[in-house]
Nanobody
Framework: QVQLVESGGGLVQAGGSLRLSCAAS????????MGWFRQAPGKEREFVAA????????YYADSVKGRFTISRDNAKNTVYLQMNSLKPEDTAVYSC?????????????????????WGQGTQVTVSS
C-alpha cells in the first residue's frame, strides 16, 4: 500500500514557476514508476510526466516538454514537478500517481490505467 500526498500548488502569474512535491508512505517507493497527471475543469485527466524507479529516465507530454521537470528522491520518498514558464492553460488540479514497474518504456505509463495509487491532488492556477 502506498499513500501519496501532494503539496506546492497555488496561484501564480503567467511566466512564473511552481514546484510541486508528492510525498509517499511505505518502504517500497523506489520500486514504483511515478507519474504526474492534471485535470482542468470540464476536461479529462491527462498525463504530464513520468519518471523511472531510479530517476534515470523521464518522459513528458508534448505540452510541457522543455518547461516542466520531473525528479525524485528515493531517500526521501518524494517525487517533484518543477514547472517553469507557466501558462494559463496549465491551470488544473495536479495529482501524482504510483505504478508498479511492468515495462521499461516510460511512454507506456501515459495511461491512467497503469497506476495503482493516486494522491488527492493540488490546485495550480495560472493567471494571465
Amino acid at each position: 500500500q502506498v499513500q501519496l500526498v501532494e503539496s506546492g500548488g497555488g496561484l501564480v502569474q503567467a511566466g512564473g514557476s511552481l514546484r510541486l512535491s508528492c510525498a509517499a508512505s511505505g518502504r517500497t517507493f523506489s520500486r514504483y514508476v511515478m507519474g504526474w497527471f492534471r485535470q482542468a475543469p470540464g476536461k479529462e485527466r491527462e498525463f504530464v510526466a513520468a519518471i523511472s524507479t531510479t530517476g534515470g529516465n523521464t518522459y513528458y507530454a508534448d505540452s510541457v516538454k522543455g518547461r516542466f521537470t520531473i525528479s525524485r528522491d528515493n531517500a526521501k520518498n518524494t517525487v517533484y514537478l518543477q514547472m517553469n514558464s507557466l501558462k494559463p492553460e496549465d491551470t488544473a488540479v495536479y495529482s501524482c500517481a504510483a505504478a508498479p514497474l511492468r515495462r521499461a518504456d516510460l511512454s507506456d505509463y501515459r495511461r491512467l490505467e497503469g497506476y495503482d495509487y493516486w494522491g488527492q491532488g493540488t490546485q495550480v492556477t495560472v493567471s494571465s
